[in-house]
């Protein structure tokens, strides 16, 4: 079984601010971690993903991860918010021979001006 | 372009109806999956697909059907549409777990 637990259903941060986005995941065999950013009237994108090779894992728009395993967490950061990163971000975990993808309740990202 | 085509975008339907939300990729990914997205509920998912000919369900599979006769398509079918069924739904194709899926960009329904 997986499953991924998101806290904080909402998160506001003020321009230029730290931005933390927390996941943390539940799986009986090593994981595959996904963060997806949905805007607002669209689909899903992918942002980065965690495949056993490095821990810490930068994708698009600056974001970056980093996996733990000790913690089984896999949080999403970006050092300096900008209005653009406004969107619900989502976690997401599969596994080597599992080929579903379980998501997160999601995390929506307010950037105050 | 390449990518997942979801058809029709927006479709109200009345209770008891049914439809077959369309979903056609063109990356020849094995992987096909459907999920509904509800407020404050993320993506579960609907069915998923690992090849032609071969589906199995997902956590909400209940009221709906799918098949998967080519590599390309994987159309959902709404048996009897109800209220609880309103929801924006959204296909996706992976040609590897470990890649991560892409999403088509969904096909928002209400039922009246």
């Known amino acids: 079984a997986q499953s991924v637990t998101q806290l904080g259903s909402h998160v506001s941060v003020s321009e230029g601010a730290l931005v933390l986005l927390r996941c943390n995941y539940s799986?009986?065999?090593?994981?595959?971690l996904f963060w997806y950013v949905q805007y607002p009237n669209q689909g899903l994108q992918l942002l980065l993903k965690?495949?056993?090779?490095?821990?810490l894992v930068k994708g698009i728009n600056g974001f970056e991860a980093e996996f733990k395993k000790s913690e089984t967490s896999f949080h999403l950061t970006k050092p300096s918010a900008h209005m653009s990163d406004a969107a619900e971000y989502f976690c997401a975990v599969s596994n080597f021979g599992n080929e579903k993808l379980t998501f997160g309740t999601g995390t929506r990202l307010t950037i105050i001006p | 372009n390449a990518g997942v085509t979801q058809t029709p975008k927006f479709q109200v339907l009345k209770t008891g109806q049914s439809m077959t939300l369309q979903c056609a990729q063109d990356m020849n990914h094995e992987y096909m999956s459907w999920y509904r997205q509800d407020p404050g509920m993320g993506l579960r998912l609907i069915h998923y697909?690992?090849?032609?000919?071969?589906?199995d369900q997902g956590e909400v599979p209940n009221g709906y059907n799918v098949s998967r006769s080519t590599t390309e398509d994987f159309p959902l079918r709404l048996l009897s549409a109800a209220p609880s069924q309103t929801s924006v739904y959204f296909c996706?194709?992976?040609?590897?777990?470990?890649?991560?899926?892409?999403f088509g960009s969904g096909t928002r329904l209400t039922v009246v």
């Open positions: 965690y495949t056993s090779a490095a821990t």
């Open positions: 799986s009986s065999v090593p994981p595959y």
């Open positions: 697909s690992v090849g032609a000919g071969i589906t």
């Open positions: 996706a194709s992976s040609s590897d777990s470990h890649y991560g899926y892409t």
